[in-house]
């Protein structure tokens, strides 16, 4: 399950770049959540999961972290490979246990300490500084994966005994109401934006065509089938041993993006990634 998720993020998160092209990114969330929260109607009316919190504002705060993480995310599949996206993201497990040790005061050993250390080596190699290709915004995915890691943390100190469908309603409902004020402010004072997907970010509201609303569409539906996915597998699975297969998405985003758009991983982003996977396959197993 936890590989059938990634495969399907993986692909579709390949073609952000087309809808890039003619949209904005605030336009895309608000347009995304609007079918989204139509399914979770669906499916809550189905019985398959409740919508209102036991804790309105810990469920509010986690989901404030986890839509700007995605905000951040989204908007670098615009302009950065996938590969390279997708691995600063994956940094996530590090600023996990830097929080925990920090601030909740948790004890972490020398054996997580240098497995953070292994990482940061991967993060180096896959942002590619030492081949001269490295740019400021490259440490945008590095944003996103802290963004990440609070709101993993939160999910456990603020949200326990929530209903995943109650947990996935509200950060899509949060990531809308962020692209609704977005498209709105650039609407009413537009940017110049760069044509294709460089003015991905600066671009307000556009009429949409069918290409956006397809692929928006796919976008909408296989998120939630993808986390679906992803959240029955930590139900049935030891969570130490599933969270290590969600780095497979970086070997499917890399497969995809290269099967799709021809982009190519160096040497030494395979190497970053490899070590990023052992210093998160550590710090997962070593946790309890």
Request: charged letters at 5%; proline letters at 5%; aromatic letters at 14%.
């Given at each position: 399950m936890i590989l059938a998720a990634m495969a399907v993020i993986g692909?579709?998160?390949?073609?952000?770049?087309?809808?890039?092209k003619t949209t904005g990114l605030w336009q895309f969330h608000a347009t995304r959540t609007a079918m989204a929260l139509v399914m979770f109607l669906v499916l809550s009316g189905m019985g398959l999961g409740r919508l209102w919190p036991l804790r309105p504002a810990g469920v509010l705060g986690r989901s404030l972290f986890f839509s700007g993480s995605m905000l951040i995310y989204f908007g670098c599949l615009a302009f950065l490979p996938i590969s390279q996206v997708v691995a600063g993201l994956f940094t996530s497990p590090i600023f996990v246990m830097v929080i925990s040790a920090l601030v909740l005061k948790k004890p972490v050993g020398p054996v997580r300490w240098t497995a953070a250390v292994m990482g940061f080596i991967g993060i180096v190699l896959v942002l590619g500084p030492a081949a001269g290709s490295f740019q400021p915004v490259s440490l945008l995915p590095l944003l996103a994966a802290l963004l990440y890691a609070i709101s993993a943390v939160a999910t456990r100190q603020w949200c326990e005994g929530e209903d995943t469908l109650t947990l996935l309603f509200w950060f899509f409902a949060v990531l809308g109401f962020f692209g609704l004020i977005g498209t709105v402010v650039l609407t009413i004072y537009p940017q110049v934006a760069p044509p294709g997907p460089e003015g991905f970010i600066l671009r307000g509201l556009t009429w949409p065509d069918q290409s956006f609303l397809f692929w928006?569409?796919?976008?909408?539906?296989?998120?939630?089938?993808?986390?679906?996915?992803?959240?029955?597998?930590?139900?049935?699975?030891?969570?130490?041993?599933?969270?290590?297969?969600?780095?497979?998405?970086?070997?499917?985003?890399?497969?995809?993006?290269?099967?799709?758009?021809?982009?190519?991983?160096?040497?030494?982003g395979f190497a970053g990634m490899a070590l990023i996977v052992a210093s998160g396959a550590v710090i997962a197993i070593r946790s309890r």
């Amino acid at each position: 399950m936890i590989l059938a998720a990634m495969a399907v993020i993986g692909l579709i998160d390949n073609y952000v770049v087309l809808i890039a092209k003619t949209t904005g990114l605030w336009q895309f969330h608000a347009t995304r959540t609007a079918m989204a929260l139509v399914m979770f109607l669906v499916l809550s009316g189905m019985g398959l999961g409740r919508l209102w919190p036991l804790r309105p504002a810990g469920v509010l705060g986690r989901s404030l972290f986890f839509s700007g993480s995605m905000l951040i995310y989204f908007g670098c599949l615009a302009f950065l490979p996938i590969s390279q996206v997708v691995a600063g993201l994956f940094t996530s497990p590090i600023f996990v246990m830097v929080i925990s040790a920090l601030v909740l005061k948790k004890p972490v050993g020398p054996v997580r300490w240098t497995a953070a250390v292994m990482g940061f080596i991967g993060i180096v190699l896959v942002l590619g500084p030492a081949a001269g290709s490295f740019q400021p915004v490259s440490l945008l995915p590095l944003l996103a994966a802290l963004l990440y890691a609070i709101s993993a943390v939160a999910t456990r100190q603020w949200c326990e005994g929530e209903d995943t469908l109650t947990l996935l309603f509200w950060f899509f409902a949060v990531l809308g109401f962020f692209g609704l004020i977005g498209t709105v402010v650039l609407t009413i004072y537009p940017q110049v934006a760069p044509p294709g997907p460089e003015g991905f970010i600066l671009r307000g509201l556009t009429w949409p065509d069918q290409s956006f609303l397809f692929w928006t569409f796919v976008q909408a539906a296989g998120s939630i089938l993808g986390v679906g996915l992803l959240t029955r597998g930590y139900q049935i699975g030891e969570a130490s041993h599933v969270a290590i297969f969600e780095y497979s998405l970086m070997l499917f985003a890399a497969f995809w993006a290269w099967a799709l758009w021809g982009q190519t991983v160096s040497g030494a982003g395979f190497a970053g990634m490899a070590l990023i996977v052992a210093s998160g396959a550590v710090i997962a197993i070593r946790s309890r």
